[in-house]
Every structure is written in C-alpha cells, then in structure tokens.
C-alpha cells in the first residue's frame, strides 16, 4: 500500500507546483485525491489496515503536510503574481499611479521620479500617461496639507515647464507648436488640480493664470468644474468683486449650466450680501445689478436651490436686517408673495427666441429621407389648417388649445383591461368649447381607422408585443360619431407617422400660436426636447485650432438652451387629471356593454392644471426683494423624468422669501 501513498502524495506535488492554480484548487485536488487512495485502503483486510503506520495514517499526515504547503505555495505565488502582473501592465503602457500610491505605499516623490521618466520616454501622447499625470496630480491635492513646500513649488514648476511645452506639428509647414492640445497632450482634469495646489498657499493670481492658458490655448468651452474653485476660493477670502469681474468675462464665452454650480453660485450670492452690507463696497444700485445676474446664473443652471442652500441664504440675510421666510407653497404667491406683497415674474420668450424653436423643429430630419426632405415638408399642411382656425379667435380673449389625442385618451388606462377612450378627449373638448376657447385635436392616422392597435402599457401586455403579439379591437359606434362630429366641426387634424412623429405636430402648433396658445398633454415630449437640444449639423471637416465649428454657421440649426426649452414649456403645458367613478362592493353590478363585456367607467371630474402665473425660477423682483424657489427632492431621490406628469405641478411647491424694508427719513 506503500506505493499508492507515493503515487498520490507524487500527484498532489505535482498540482500544488503548477503556476496557475489558486490554493483552493490546490488544495481541493489533495483532498480529492487522498480521499480517494483513503476509500481504497478499506477495502483491505482488517489485519492490514490496523498495522501501526499503515495506508490510512501515512495518508492522513501526509494530506496535511501537503495541504498547508499548497496554501503557502499559492499566497506566495498570490504576492509574486501582483508584482508580475504590475510589471507586464507598466511595460504594456497601462501604469497605475492609483495603485501604487493607494495599495504599494509609495511616496509622491518616488512616484514623481516614476511619472518624469514615462513622460520623458513615451510623451503625452501616450494615452496612459496623460492618465498618469492626471492621477498624480489628484493625489497632490488630496494630500496638499501635509504636501512638502518645496515638493509642491517643484510640482507645479514642472507642470508650467515640462507638461505646458508638449509640442505638436503644424500641417502646414515644418514648425514646431509650442502649445498642448486639450485631450491630445493634456487632460482638463490636471488643470483643476494645479488650480487647487495653488489655492492651497492663495496663490489666486497663478491660478488664474492657468485658467488663462487653458482658455487661450485651448479654445473650447471650459467646465465650471475647473473655475468654480477659485470663484469659491475668493468669495470665502474677501474678494467678491474681483471673483465676480472675472466670473462676468467668463460668461462672455461658452458656458456649460449645470446643477452642480449651485453651491458655488450661493456662496457668490451670500459674498454679494457681504461686500455691500459689511464691507460697503459696492451701491445699492450695484448691489441689485449684481444680485439680479446672480440669480439669472441660478436659474440657468439650477432653477431651485437646496434646503442646505436656502438654509445659508434664510441665516446671512436675517442678520442684516432682512425678513427672511419660507412660504409653503406656490398658492402663498399668489397673486402676490404672501410675505412681501409683491408680485413675481413670468419669464416670457422673445420673437427671436420663438423663431428659433420653429427652426429647429422645421429641421428634424423624417423618417424616410427622400430629396433631402425635414419635418417642415411634413408640417406645411398642419400648419395652413392649424393658422386658418386660428384667425377665428385671433384678438380675443380666449385661448386656442391643442389636445394630444392619444396621450388624453389613455389616461389611467394602463391596466390589462385599458383601452383608448375617445371619450376623454371629446370631454375635455366640449369643456374648453363651452368656456368660448377654441380647440383643435392632433391625432395619428392610425388611430381614426376602423380596426385599432391598443398602446396599453403593462408588464402582461409589453411581454405580449415583444413576441410580435398585439391587442387590437374595432371602433364601436359611439366611437364613429364622435370621430366624424370632430370632423364635421372641423376639430381634428389626422397626422402622417409614417414619416414623422405625431408629437412634433402639437409641439409646433404650440410654437407657432404664441402666448395665445395651451397644449393640453401629460407627456412632456423629453425625447424631442433632448432631439431640439442636439439637432443634427453636418460637418464636412473637423474645424482646426482656433477656428470655429460649423454648428455656428449661418444655415445651420439654432442650438437651443435647457432654459429656453423650459420657458417654453412654463408658458404653454396644461397638465390634466381625469377621475373616474369608483364602484363600491355593495353598489348595484356594472352596467355591461353589447358584446357582454363591461361598459366604460364614467368620467366623474376633469381637472386641468394650467401654467402658473409666474416662473418658478430664482428671481428679483424689487431692490432687495429676492425670491427663490426650493426644491423638495432629497438627494437621493429619483430623477423628474421618474415622477408622473399630471403631478408635477404639485411636487416642488416651497418658496424663500427675502426682502428688506426701505430705510425711512
């Protein structure tokens, strides 16, 4: 039996020396395998596996020798693997700065020596060097409080003569350019932390002097990700005036708004508050103009602030002697603030401005490209019926209103049993007509045939389509009368989806009718307001350094701003509710309908819920009267796109109230 111990103890040596096996396999394959020579030592007589040092001991002893040296053999081959794998990545080019700061303990200066040889040898034009520099650099600020000052100066002295100089050729001629190049030699991520390395000692002149250079040389739109730290930095130091001078030059270019410059753009508003009433640095006159572009800057890149936000504002103002209140909803405004008594501001959109959105929704590509043909081929005859109608009410009163057929006729129709109720759109018609407005439906051709696709949306019925499936059902006859009564009446235009969307038509007849104009819909039309956002340009060539880019060209479309987007839609979206009748258990049975299935749920009550009187945005509305609107979503909370339309108008509702009494003789 000797010879079966040798055998096995052989083979579990042989496994435990193979490079790539882990201690588990390891040590899995020993067990296995003395397991098995162990079950064949008891099939021997009883005289011979009772001898003192037989089979079943030896393999027990062994088992553990070899188990113990396996695991050892592959935590040591563990270690030696990280170090080889470290070694092949930075010769293959995918060095880690991370890794060896973070996981190896290595100091930045040995890291640096690291970071100057790579440079020197593959240049910034090696993708994972410029990560390398990035990386390196984030770290210097993350440790600059304990950072050696003569290791920082050398940093950053490094980076203004080595990093800043990578050279580039000209195309044109043999010339070497002395400039980097924004994503090519240099990352804008290494420019923020350079910025912060001289903050760090208040060296706000050198740190706007790399901003300079990366404006200057880069020419592209800078992120506030990079700016915003200075501005930060000199409003918490005393200098708001030479922060907002600055702030102000910047503008003058292209900016990116985005919410994360709230927190920046407050601490601005609250530097604001302290240069005129602690400092006396600036008129009151000054001091309004200042606040009034603070706000604009708030409401284009945010639109409401934060509780923490309102919070600091409500605490600064109220020491200088401002009433400072929070009002609990958007009726405490009207038709004046509660608080101050003054009325706020409905942003408008200028003639210009409305243009501008025709354009761009005139320049849709359709779906089916034929003789270079856009949405406006499509729109022309929607257009001619839609401004023909409109000259009736024109110079009155009253509105004229678009229903979105389809999304009016699947209100609270999203369960198995759903269908599309005509119904609904024709009373939301008859209550508007009955006011005096006039009233116009968009529906898609699809939907006025005799036999329909239902659009319901749940889970059972998505499943369905996705196998090819579809619920259909024929017109009945009450919905045949009200289709021909909207066309005897000349209500309904039957819009073409086979080239495009049927969405597009009610967003152009609310472009096309001005202030005099109502969509009634629950959709927000996200898609085609990200499609406005990102109309297509044909570039014929990438631009070069310094010359603009094509989507500036005349004959190109219009871009168009989140902010102008949401003027538009403050102006003109009337959300709406509908409530059916809700049967009780001891009610009388449903009625049932001709082919033996229940009859529709009557409408109890429609609710339209029309645009506020004013915007919902930050706002002057006097000298030292300012009013912002505060958001009620936590942090966490699920995106706007998330929560259902017709209940939007009632999620954000808290206003801040700041205003300050006139000083009397």
Known sequence: MKHIARRVCASAARSSRS????????????????????????????????????????????????????????????????????????????????????????GLPEVFERLKEEHQLRTLKANFVRQAVDMFYFHCVQQVATLDESFRVQVLQYFNEELLQATSKNDDDDETDKRFVLGETLNEAVFGAVIKLHLARNETEAAWGVVDKLHEVANAKLHFRTVGSILEHECRNGAFLKAYARWQQLKDGEVGWTKAMEDVLVQMVLACHTSHYHHQATTPEEFNEQMTQLLRDLRLSCKEISHASAQRLRQMFHD??????????????????????????KKDISDAERQQLLLAIESRESKVMKDGATAKDFLAPFKEWLLAKHKKTEGSDKLHFILDGPNIAYINQNFDAGSCRLDHIDAVAEMLLAEGHQVSITMPFSYLAEKIVLRIRTKKIKQQQKQGKFTTRMRTEEEKALIEKWQEKGMIFSCRTDC??????????????????????????????????????????KPKRGQSSS???????PEISMDLIDRWKELTIVNIEIQHEEFLPNDPPQPVGKNGKAAVIPIEEIRLLHPLPFSRVPQVTAPEHFHFPISNDPPSAQPSSATPAANAKNVRKKWLCLHRKPATA
Request: with cysteine.
């Open 551 to 557: 989507s500036s060209e005349p004959n190109s479309p």
């Open 500 to 541: 495009i969307s049927d969405d597009l038509f009610w967003l152009y007849a609310s472009v096309l009718l001005g202030k005099e104009g109502r969509v009634v819909t629950n959709d927000q039309g996200r898609d085609h307001v990200f499609a406005l956002l990102n109309s297509k340009v044909l570039k014929a060539s």
């Open 320 to 345: 200088s002697g401002y009433t400072a209140k929070v009002l609990p909803s958007d009726q405490a405004m009207c038709p004046t603030c509660f608080c101050c008594g003054l009325p706020l501001v």
């Open 19 to 106: 490079s790539g096996a882990s201690a588990t396999t390891t040590s899995t394959r020993c067990n296995s395998s003395f397991a098995a020579a162990a079950a064949r030592s008891h099939a021997l007589p009883p005289a011979l596996r009772s001898q003192r040092g037989g089979p079943t001991v030896l393999l027990e002893s062994r088992r553990r020798e070899w188990s113990s040296s396996a695991n050892a053999a592959a935590v040591a081959s563990s270690d030696t693997t990280t170090d080889a794998s470290a070694s092949r990545s930075a010769a293959r080019g995918h060095w880690n700065v991370h890794h060896e700061i973070v996981n190896k303990k290595k």
